[in-house]
């Protein structure tokens, strides 16, 4: 869970050395206090600094965030008896790292598996502010300019493709991605490359399905 | 509020709403009962670790883009750093160290 706030940290410094917004700690609070999560958070930049209409900026929401509505149908059961202002929050704070944990919660679905739940959420929906926010402070703080620095988004991303895969069951769905994404990237480029990538993926997904779907519980090979 | 913040908040609000919607959509598609297609939880198990990859792919093909290959390093900047970074992570398990020692190689490598 603290991980969160080390991860935020990292995210907040690239945030404020990235230059792509005037108040990197004031954009960085707010875009994480309203749920917008992780990786968003650095393409975002990125898209607003090219001026992306509207309409491409949402179609590339749905694109990357559609897994969080998967997430949900593991939880249903759990946020159902969780009182309504619970459950308002819980939807929103639904990220990989929470996801992860609540499914594994081990308290039966009821009175202290929602408190475990919604505490969990506050948690890292917490940490994350914090770490953002401090990230960014500290770097518009940094004294020196800084060739390069860009790299700690890779590096970020590389970190949590390094701990997926440390599941081997994610391993061949990690490089379906990157195998889709190169391809979507040599015929469309690399800025549009984010809608065919997905189809491409989500359509491998299905025809592979025989082979990859190992069920929620079992691992392919353990 | 000029052109340009009234563009950033837009974009911001845009995107929470989005967002929020995304993950409200299954708990106002399946009522009390009702329960979702197997394939749909697979492919919420396999999407996270091929949308993680994919946006590393996008980092790089950043690089090459700005023409990291025609430079005297010829993308070796890149690979190493990347090496690095992902040793470093599967050694100590910490993000920002990781990151921070990835960054600072990459960094003194392009100066």
């Given at each position: 869970m603290t991980g969160y706030g080390t991860m935020g940290f990292a995210a907040g410094v690239l945030l404020a050395l990235n230059?792509?917004?005037?108040?990197p700690a004031l954009w960085g609070g707010l875009t994480s206090a309203t749920f917008v999560s992780g990786p968003l958070q650095f393409l975002l930049v990125d898209w607003v600094k090219a001026g992306t209409a509207y309409l491409d900026v949402a179609v590339l929401v749905v694109c990357m965030n559609v897994r969080y509505s998967l997430y949900g149908l593991s939880l249903l059961d759990r946020y159902r008896v969780a009182p309504w202002p619970a459950r308002l929050y819980m939807i929103g704070t639904i990220t990989d790292e929470t996801y992860a944990l609540q499914v594994e919660?081990?308290?039966?679905?009821?009175r202290d598996g929602t408190w475990y739940c919604l505490l969990l959420a506050i948690f890292d929906h917490a940490y994350w502010i914090v770490g953002v926010v401090a990230g960014a402070l500290a770097g518009t703080a940094l004294p020196f300019e800084a060739?390069?620095?860009?790299f700690a988004m890779t590096a970020l991303f590389l970190v949590i493709l390094t701990d997926q895969c440390r599941?081997?069951?994610?391993r061949v769905p990690a490089l379906i991605g990157a195998v889709s994404a190169v391809a979507a990237c040599l015929v469309f480029g690399a800025s549009k490359m984010f809608i065919p990538a997905m189809a491409l993926i989500v359509a491998t997904f299905l025809f592979t399905r025989r082979w990859l779907d190992v069920g929620s519980e079992g691992r392919a090979d353990e | 509020m000029n052109e340009k913040n009234l563009y950033l908040l837009s974009v911001l609000v845009l995107v929470s709403t989005v967002s929020y919607l995304l993950r409200a959509l299954p708990f106002l598609l399946f009522g009390t009962g009702k329960k979702p297609a197997p394939v749909i939880g697979y492919i919420g198990r396999v999407l996270t670790p091929a949308v993680i990859a994919m946006l590393t792919v996008y980092c790089f093909a950043g690089y090459v883009k700005s023409?990291?290959?025609?430079?005297?390093l010829h993308g070796l900047a890149e690979m190493v750093a990347a090496a690095v970074t992902v040793a470093l992570h599967l050694w100590r398990r910490n993000p920002l160290l990781s990151i921070a020692c990835g960054t600072a190689v990459y960094m003194l490598l392009v100066r």
């Amino acid at each position: 869970m603290t991980g969160y706030g080390t991860m935020g940290f990292a995210a907040g410094v690239l945030l404020a050395l990235n230059g792509g917004v005037a108040m990197p700690a004031l954009w960085g609070g707010l875009t994480s206090a309203t749920f917008v999560s992780g990786p968003l958070q650095f393409l975002l930049v990125d898209w607003v600094k090219a001026g992306t209409a509207y309409l491409d900026v949402a179609v590339l929401v749905v694109c990357m965030n559609v897994r969080y509505s998967l997430y949900g149908l593991s939880l249903l059961d759990r946020y159902r008896v969780a009182p309504w202002p619970a459950r308002l929050y819980m939807i929103g704070t639904i990220t990989d790292e929470t996801y992860a944990l609540q499914v594994e919660c081990p308290y039966p679905i009821g009175r202290d598996g929602t408190w475990y739940c919604l505490l969990l959420a506050i948690f890292d929906h917490a940490y994350w502010i914090v770490g953002v926010v401090a990230g960014a402070l500290a770097g518009t703080a940094l004294p020196f300019e800084a060739k390069g620095i860009d790299f700690a988004m890779t590096a970020l991303f590389l970190v949590i493709l390094t701990d997926q895969c440390r599941e081997r069951q994610n391993r061949v769905p990690a490089l379906i991605g990157a195998v889709s994404a190169v391809a979507a990237c040599l015929v469309f480029g690399a800025s549009k490359m984010f809608i065919p990538a997905m189809a491409l993926i989500v359509a491998t997904f299905l025809f592979t399905r025989r082979w990859l779907d190992v069920g929620s519980e079992g691992r392919a090979d353990e | 509020m000029n052109e340009k913040n009234l563009y950033l908040l837009s974009v911001l609000v845009l995107v929470s709403t989005v967002s929020y919607l995304l993950r409200a959509l299954p708990f106002l598609l399946f009522g009390t009962g009702k329960k979702p297609a197997p394939v749909i939880g697979y492919i919420g198990r396999v999407l996270t670790p091929a949308v993680i990859a994919m946006l590393t792919v996008y980092c790089f093909a950043g690089y090459v883009k700005s023409g990291c290959l025609g430079t005297s390093l010829h993308g070796l900047a890149e690979m190493v750093a990347a090496a690095v970074t992902v040793a470093l992570h599967l050694w100590r398990r910490n993000p920002l160290l990781s990151i921070a020692c990835g960054t600072a190689v990459y960094m003194l490598l392009v100066r």
